[in-house]
């Protein structure tokens, strides 16, 4: 199954995310993070995705007679890349899309109905602005973005780390003004 198809689903995006910087986890300590899955649609999305090789067994251990596995995220093999991207229709986009902010809010509602969540504390934020931008402005723009959350991407867990969802998203929301010559902005 490509990665694509694989990671089209709400319920195994969140165990991506859950497996993220490093983490190591069992199946039982993933239901524990989406408390809104059954247990039995969380151990059939970590076997589809153990089999489309986006996660691994990293250790195995005897528990009172049964086998308990950790799992471990495999990185290169939970992303879709560019020439992938380039293929889709833009109702795959539509599904894609409609797959992560599924995700998201799944994640919030999770976040929310945890006891002592404080959004304040946390810093929350969902905010969202619109910006000028040239094509060459928004290259560069990305470009800062990844720049400034690539390196965080492999802290590991530690004391005093909460694992945080950061889901930036940018698409233009009208079409590239044509340039005519003098400037547009309202006077005033």
Known sequence: MDPLKLLAHPVRLRIVHALG???????????ARLPDASKATVYRHVETLVGG?????AEEHRVRGAVERHYRLRRDRAAIDAETIRTLTPDDHRQAFATATTA???EFDAYLDREGSDPVA????YRQHTLWLSPAEMTELIGELRAAIAPRLANPPAPGRAQYLLSPVHFPVEAARPDTGHDSRPSG
């Open 21 to 31: 910087g490093g983490r190591q986890l069992t199946t039982a300590q993933l239901c």
């Open 122 to 125: 946390d810093q929350v934020g």
């Open 53 to 57: 090789g986006v996660l691994e067994v």
């Open 104 to 106: 998201l809010l799944a």
